[in-house]
């Protein structure tokens, strides 16, 4: 596997100074950078280069989950959700994405969006115990309890471990 890689860049680094196009090493590069931006804290940093790969590849979806990610560290909610749904757009199937985007609709109480993207999270991934969990959230904001009561239970099976969830099982009562 990292053979191929290897072929790749150098066929990417001869063949790009050919045509003048970026380089494999090139855009490595970048997401090194990037990716050091965000252990050093630095989000805002991490986003920038991020998006310089986005603009030189908009065709790696991945980056798009990258920066929504990044975006979300930095207290950028609307950018994080708008790199979300570029990636859903792109792929109807990615219940991690699904899931963030529901996260993050929980944190600025739009519940029915939530709602919408947590259900096709848990649809795409029956095992996402976090999915279940805001969707939970989500459920009993808008007045589901019998569903919020559901899938909080099915977040405290899938894991049991988690206080935030055992916490909430404790305190409402059903």
């Known amino acids: 596997m990292r053979f191929n890689f290897l072929i790749a ?4 680094a001869i063949f790009g100074a050919i045509y003048g196009q970026k380089s494999l090493v090139n855009l490595d ?12 804290n630095n989000h805002v940093l991490s986003v920038k280069h991020l998006t310089t790969l986005i603009n030189e590849n908009a065709a790696i979806e991945g980056l798009y989950f990258d920066r929504a990610v990044q975006r979300e560290l930095a207290a950028d909610t609307a950018g994080a959700i708008a790199d979300l749904s570029v ?4 792929d109807k199937k990615n219940a991690d994405a699904y899931f963030l985007r529901g996260k993050l609709y929980v944190e600025i109480f739009e519940y029915k969006l939530a709602f919408e993207d947590l259900k096709h999270a848990v ?6 115990a976090d999915a279940h969990y805001f969707l939970a959230l989500a459920s ?3 007045f589901r309890s019998r569903m919020a ?8 099976e899938l894991n ?15």
């Open 87 to 90: 990636l859903i757009n792109a």
């Open 149 to 156: 009561h559901q899938h909080f239970k099915k977040s405290k």
């Open 140 to 142: 009993q904001q808008l």
């Open 29 to 40: 590069s970048i997401y090194q950078l990037a990716l050091e931006a965000s252990y050093a």
């Open 9 to 12: 860049v150098v066929y990417s």
């Open 123 to 128: 649809k795409l991934e029956k095992s996402n």
């Open 160 to 174: 049991s471990e988690k206080n935030n969830t055992f916490t909430l099982w404790n305190i409402i009562k059903w």
